[in-house]
Antibody, heavy 119, light 107 residues
Framework: QVQLKESGPGLVQPSQTLSLTCTVSGFSLTSYNVHWVRQPPGKGLEWMGRMRYNGDTSYNSALKSRLSISRDTSKNQVFLKMNSLQTDDTGTYYC?????????????WGQGVMVTVSS | DIQMTQSPSFLSASVGDRVTINCKASQNINKYLNWYQQKLGEAPKRLIYNTNNLQTGIPSRFSGSGSGTDYTLTISSLQPEDFATYFCLQHNSFPNTFGAGTKLELK
């Protein structure tokens, strides 16, 4: 059974670093890409970046200077770190996957984790 | 970045109605367009991938069409469980970009 589950702190102070974990099951990180997507309250979805099946990463240019995505395949986890958080980084953060060898786009998503940036 | 314009933002309909939701891309996305359903507190669920391919397990009342810059999701006969938010995603190029969503409400 395919599952993705995001975890991390619900509250982060402005200027601090956000650290999130996506723990996956039912598939291999070496066969699927994992993406991070976020949604501010009442606004649309924004693609943040991805960890490719081979360990390469790509980032949204709007976030690239603040964002880092890494993984631990032995723990089936993908990590997001974003620094210099501001209030407009508040929102729900999702991880999602897509199969590496076909361009079908993301299929399974996690339920998301709500992050509030506030002092 | 490719802009995705989704319409309508809100849609009020009744059980049994046929509804359509549209996404227009700012440039050709070569049919790399997916549709998702999202209910409050739940993970988004993929309905359609690459314009017109029905995700396994999704009822056949959902269908997709389109090409170039214009894409449509059709629900042929609304069921009570279909009242939710729907959004499109283009994965032709990075950054992937999303439509703003359509909230489908019971009339």
């Amino acid at each position: 059974q395919v599952q993705l589950k995001e975890s991390g702190p619900g509250l982060v102070q402005p200027s601090q670093t956000l650290s999130l974990t996506c723990t996956v099951s039912g598939f291999s990180l070496t066969s699927y890409n994992v993406h991070w997507v976020r949604q501010p309250p009442g606004k649309g979805l924004e693609w943040m970046g991805r960890m490719r099946y081979n360990g390469d990463t790509s980032y949204n240019s709007a976030l690239k200077s603040r964002l880092s995505i890494s993984r631990d395949t032995s723990k089936n986890q993908v990590f997001l770190k974003m620094n210099s958080l501001q209030t407009d980084d508040t929102g729900t953060y999702y991880c999602t996957r897509d199969v590496a060898i076909f361009n079908y786009g993301p299929d399974y998503w996690g339920q998301g984790v709500m992050v509030t940036v506030s002092s | 970045d490719i802009q995705m314009t989704q319409s309508p933002s809100f849609l009020s309909a009744s059980v049994g109605d046929r509804v359509t939701i549209n996404c227009k891309a700012s440039q050709n996305i070569n049919k790399y367009l997916n549709w998702y359903q999202q209910k409050l507190g739940e993970a988004p669920k993929r309905l359609i991938y690459n314009t017109n391919n029905l995700q396994t397990g999704i009822p056949s009342r959902f269908s997709g069409s389109g090409s170039g810059t214009d894409y449509t999701l059709t629900i042929s006969s609304l069921q009570p469980e279909d009242f939710a938010t729907y959004f499109c995603l283009q994965h032709n190029s990075f950054p992937n970009t999303f439509g703003a969503g359509t909230k489908l409400e019971l009339k």
